[in-house]
């Protein structure tokens, strides 16, 4: 089992619609999580990240974590071309000495204008 | 404020040969990431700098590799002899110590090629 699984996708999306990205863990002692978006050859960008329980909205883009089912998920409303990338979900143990980033493979979105 | 910074940006070796890959922080962070990712798989962590001094190196694969950070600036990876499965991207990343939430920030990556 992969510490961190997403779908591969590709995931595509009219313009304008709700995109829908979702990602399990495996370690439950994870306690923080990141989105990273990667545009083709380009540095992963950090969008979101998310800690507690519950939704976290930052302007078009919503985080959601639920740690008794070891499940994240992040929401684009309004969905523009420029949002057209891969999406990255990792996660960090966030203990004393141990803050690598463990990433799942990573989903493509494609915005159809 | 400049970004994380990597160079080469593309490195093409012959299998055997050495190839050392340079990362710069950001400044004034004193953690730094190397990852991995070789194709069609995630990005893998390989090892963490807090300052000059190797926090986790749990990720690097074998002793071919050998990563350095002199003086806490800027680090070096190097890969010798490069094999066939060496082929990715590198990215460096780091983040500040004590900073919110151990956000990191990625540097552009260098593209290794050994052939």
């Known amino acids: 089992q992969k510490e961190v699984e997403q779908n591969s996708g590709p995931l595509s999306v009219p313009e304008g619609a709700i995109a829908s990205l979702n990602c399990t863990y495996s370690d439950r002692g994870s306690q923080s999580f990141f989105w990273y978006r990667q545009y083709s050859g380009k540095s992963p960008e950090l969008i979101m990240f998310i800690y507690s329980n519950g939704d976290k909205e930052d302007g078009r883009f919503t985080a959601q974590l639920n740690k008794a089912s070891q499940y994240v998920s992040l929401l684009i409303r309004d969905s523009q071309p420029s949002d057209s990338a891969t999406y990255l979900c990792a996660v960090n143990l966030a203990n004393f000495g141990n803050e690598k980033l463990t990433f799942g493979t990573g989903t493509r979105l494609t915005i159809i204008p | 404020e400049a970004g994380v910074t990597q160079f080469p940006s593309h490195s093409v070796i012959e299998k055997g040969q050495t190839v050392t890959l340079r990362c710069d922080p950001i400044s004034g962070h004193d953690n730094l990431y190397w990852y991995r990712r070789v194709m069609g798989k995630e990005i893998k962590f390989l090892l963490h700098?807090?300052?000059?001094?190797?926090?986790?190196e749990s990720g690097m694969p074998n002793n071919r590799f050998l990563a350095e950070r002199t003086g806490g600036t800027y680090s070096t990876l190097k890969v010798q002899p490069a094999e066939l499965e060496d082929s990715g991207v590198y990215f460096c990343?780091?983040?500040?110590?004590?900073?919110?939430?151990?956000?990191?920030?990625f540097g552009p990556g260098t593209r290794l090629t050994v052939t």
């Open positions: 700098f807090v300052k000059e001094s190797k926090q986790d």
């Open positions: 990343a780091s983040s500040p110590q004590g900073g919110v939430y151990y956000e990191q920030y």
